[in-house]
Structure formats: structure tokens, C-alpha cells
């Protein structure tokens, strides 16, 4: 599984692109590319909602099992942020999909495309098993997935 951080010092986010100065098209634009890979869960207030991935678009859903556990049922949800001209993912924007499969890199590849914001792929983390009690920690990616992950977001 993938996790997508920018780094601390961009607490305000991706910016958006193309910018645009009108507020209500530029949320019109963000939420119909939200609408494409995800549905909504809440509404929090005019800058944040709670989003979840639609399994549907997804090339091969793969939740750890400490994310799919009933006590947790917020853990599949994504925060997102929108202040006008900028995104913001709290938490990090996860991609519940195989580190292995090709077919994972060619949806990061279409998802990059399609996004509003510009995606580094030094951004990016792994999520991975710890130990055998089902739990997970974020990882740098090994050379091969950074490798894999730079073809398809900077070319």
C-alpha cells in the first residue's frame, strides 16, 4: 500500500492546477476529480470532508488487515482540505493497492494525469507489516518501488 505525505513545510497543501482565481470552479474542479476515485462519506464544513476510495476504480484493492478490523472504522477514510487554490490530505493520501502488481503503477500513472495537483514521487511512502500482530508502519520505498514510481510520475 502506498501513502502520499508532502513534506511538513507544505502544511497548506498541493497547490492546484491550473490555478484558478474563481474559489467555486476551482472546488467544482477538485470534487469532480474526487468524484472519479472516490465518494464522499461527510460533509465536515466548507473546507473538509471525509472521503473513501470506490473499490470500483481501484486495479487491485489490498486494505491491511489492521485498516479493515471493526473498532476501526475511520482508518479507509482520506480528510481532504480545499482553501481555494490548494489541496491538503490529513493524514496522507493512502492508495490501498499492491506494491508488486504492474497494474498499480499504471493506475498511479492515470490517477497523476488526471489529478488537479502536481504529485512528487518523493512524497511517497509504503505501508508494511511489522511484526505478526497485524500491524503496519510507513516506510521509505525500497529502490525498485522508488524506481518504478519515478517512470511513472515524472515521465
Known amino acids: 500500500m502506498f501513502v ?37 462519506v461527510e ?14 476504480v481501484l486495479p487491485n484493492f489490498a486494505w491491511p488487515e489492521e485498516y479493515l478490523k471493526p473498532e476501526h472504522p475511520k482508518m479507509q477514510e482520506i480528510i481532504i482540505g480545499f482553501t481555494g ?8 493520501l493512502v492508495f490501498p493497492i499492491s506494491l508488486r502488481e504492474p497494474s498499480s503503477y499504471e493506475f498511479m500513472r492515470r490517477f497523476s494525469a488526471n489529478a488537479p495537483f502536481k504529485m512528487s514521487p518523493k512524497h511517497f511512502s509504503v505501508i508494511v507489516p511489522v511484526g505478526n500482530k497485524g500491524k503496519c508502519a510507513s516506510r521509505k520505498p525500497d529502490a525498485e518501488i522508488a524506481r518504478r514510481l519515478n517512470d511513472v510520475l515524472l515521465h
Open 4 to 40: 502520499y505525505r508532502p513534506p511538513k513545510g507544505m502544511c497548506w497543501g498541493n497547490a492546484l492546477r491550473p490555478k484558478d482565481s474563481d474559489w467555486q470552479v476551482a472546488k467544482q474542479r477538485l470534487e469532480a476529480f474526487l468524484n472519479t476515485y472516490f465518494e464522499r
Open 43 to 56: 460533509q465536515r464544513n466548507e473546507m473538509w470532508s471525509a472521503w473513501r476510495w470506490k473499490n470500483s
Open 85 to 92: 487554490d490548494r489541496v491538503m490530505f490529513i493524514s496522507g
